[in-house]
C-alpha cells in the first residue's frame, strides 16, 4: 500500500543533512579572507617579488663576436676578430619610472584587496541577515499554517453539528493550502538565501548553512555624526582604488615617455687582424627619438590615466549617494520597526486577549479569536522582516563608517 503524506507534514520532516550554524561576526570574517580577496593579495606578493628585479639602467649589454679571415690576396691570408662590447644606459631614468609604475600598480592591488574585502563583508552581512529573517518568518509561517488547520477543524466539527455551513469549510481549507503553499515558497527562498551565503563567504553549500545567534546590533554615532564623515568619503575602498588607478595610470605615462628617452651606449671593441696586430676601439652611441616614435605610446597612457581620472570622481559621487542612502535606509528603517513594536503588535495582542475572553464569556464566536491571532501573526511576521531591515541598514552603515575611520 502506498503511504501518501499531506503537504503540510512533508514540509516539516527534517532534511537530510542539518544545516550548519554560522553566526553573523564569522560570516562577515569569512567573507573578508575570502578566495577573491586572497587571490587579488596573491597576485600582490607575485608583482613585489618580481618588482624587485627592475635594474637602475634599464639597458641590454651586448656582447658581439665577429670571427673572419683574409681569403685574397694569397700573402696576405690569415685568420682576423672583432670583439665589442657595449652597456646602455636611458638617460630619462626608465628604470626609476618603471620602479614608480609598478609601486602605483601595488599600491592599487592593495586598495583592490580592500575594495573587494568590503564588497565581500557587505554581501555576507546582507545575505546572513537575509537568512535569518527568513528562519524567523518560517516560524510564524508553521503557527499561521497551525492556526488555519484549527479553522478547519471547527469548521468540520460545526458543520456536523448544523452551525456551519460547506461554503465556510471550503473558505477554511483553501486558507490552509495557502499557508502550507506559502511554507513551500519560503522553503525555497531559504535555501536560495544559504546558498548565497555560501557563495559570499566561500565555503561550500554542503550542508548549507544557518544563521545563529541574535541579529547585529552594532554601535553607531548619531546620524548627525554620520553625516558629517561624508566629508571623508575618498577613504571608502571603492574610492581608493580608483583614484589609485588613476595614480598608476600617471606613472605609465612617465614610464613610456622615459621609454623613449635618448639612450647613451659605452663600449670598447678590440680588433685582431691577420698580421697579429691588435686594435683597440672605444664605442660612444645615442640613440634618439627623432621622429616621434613616442606620440602613440604616451598618448595612449595619457587617455588612460584621463579615463582613470574620471572614474574617481564617478566613485567619489558613487560613494556620497550610497552614504547618504545608508543613513535615510536606518532611519527609515528604525521607524518602521518601531512602529510594528511599539503601536501594531501591542494593540493586536491586545485584541486577541479582548476577543478570548469574550468567547470565554459566550459573547463571541471562537472564528472571530481565530481571525484576530491571524492577524497578530502575520503582524509578527512583518515585524521580524522590519528588524531584519533595521538590522542590514544599521551594519551597512557601521560597515561603511568603519572603512572611513581607517
Not at 613616442?294 to 550610497?322: I, L, P
Request: charged share 25%; with cysteine; hydrophobic share 50%.
Amino acid at each position: 500500500m502506498r503511504l501518501r503524506l499531506p503537504l503540510t507534514l512533508v514540509l516539516l520532516l527534517p532534511t537530510p543533512c542539518a544545516a550548519q550554524p554560522l553566526t553573523f561576526d564569522r560570516a562577515i570574517a569569512l567573507a573578508a579572507d575570502g578566495p577573491e580577496v586572497r587571490a587579488v593579495e596573491r597576485e600582490g606578493a607575485a608583482r613585489a617579488a618580481a618588482d624587485d628585479g627592475i635594474g637602475g639602467t634599464v639597458g641590454a649589454t651586448q656582447i658581439t663576436v665577429m670571427p673572419g679571415a683574409v681569403v685574397a690576396p694569397q700573402d696576405a691570408q690569415g685568420f682576423e676578430a672583432q670583439i665589442n662590447a657595449t652597456q646602455s644606459w636611458n638617460l630619462g631614468d626608465l628604470g626609476g619610472a618603471s620602479g614608480a609604475a609598478a609601486r602605483a600598480e601595488r599600491s592599487a592591488l592593495d586598495a583592490e584587496a580592500r575594495a573587494v574585502a568590503l564588497r565581500g563583508r557587505l554581501e555576507a552581512a546582507r545575505r546572513w541577515v537575509e537568512l535569518w529573517a527568513l528562519q524567523q518568518v518560517a516560524e510564524r509561517l508553521e503557527a499561521r499554517r497551525a492556526l488555519t488547520a484549527r479553522r478547519v477543524e471547527r469548521q468540520e466539527r460545526a458543520l456536523a453539528l448544523g452551525a456551519s455551513d460547506a461554503p465556510a469549510l471550503a473558505e477554511a481549507r483553501a486558507a490552509e493550502a495557502a499557508a502550507a503553499e506559502r511554507m513551500l515558497a519560503l522553503e525555497g527562498e531559504r535555501v536560495e538565501a544559504a546558498n548565497a551565503l555560501a557563495i559570499a563567504i566561500g565555503e561550500a553549500a554542503d550542508p548549507p548553512p544557518r544563521a545563529s545567534g541574535p541579529l547585529p546590533r552594532p554601535r553607531l554615532p548619531s546620524l548627525a555624526a554620520c553625516r558629517a564623515r561624508i566629508a571623508s568619503l575618498e577613504a571608502l575602498p571603492e574610492v581608493a582604488l580608483q583614484r589609485a588607478l588613476a595614480a598608476a595610470a600617471d606613472a605609465r605615462i612617465a614610464e613610456a615617455s622615459a621609454g623613449f628617452a635618448p639612450v647613451l651606449s659605452v663600449g670598447a671593441q678590440l680588433e685582431r687582424s691577420a698580421s697579429d696586430a691588435y686594435v683597440v676601439y672605444g664605442i660612444l652611441g645615442l640613440t634618439f627619438d627623432g621622429f616621434g616614435m613616442a606620440t602613440r605610446s604616451t598618448a595612449q597612457a595619457e587617455g588612460e590615466a584621463a579615463r582613470r581620472a574620471a572614474d574617481g570622481d564617478t566613485a567619489a559621487q558613487r560613494a556620497r549617494v550610497e552614504l547618504e542612502g545608508a543613513i535615510h535606509e536606518v532611519q527609515h528603517a528604525r521607524r518602521l520597526a518601531r512602529l510594528l513594536d511599539e503601536r501594531l503588535r501591542p494593540a493586536l495582542e491586545a485584541r486577541v486577549a479582548q476577543r478570548a475572553a469574550q468567547v470565554e464569556a459566550g459573547e463571541l464566536e471562537v472564528f472571530a479569536l481565530l481571525d484576530a491571532e491571524e492577524q497578530r501573526i502575520a503582524a509578527e511576521e512583518a515585524s521580524v522582516r522590519a528588524e531584519g531591515a533595521r538590522a542590514w541598514a544599521e551594519v551597512r552603515l557601521w560597515l561603511l563608517l568603519a572603512e572611513l575611520a581607517r
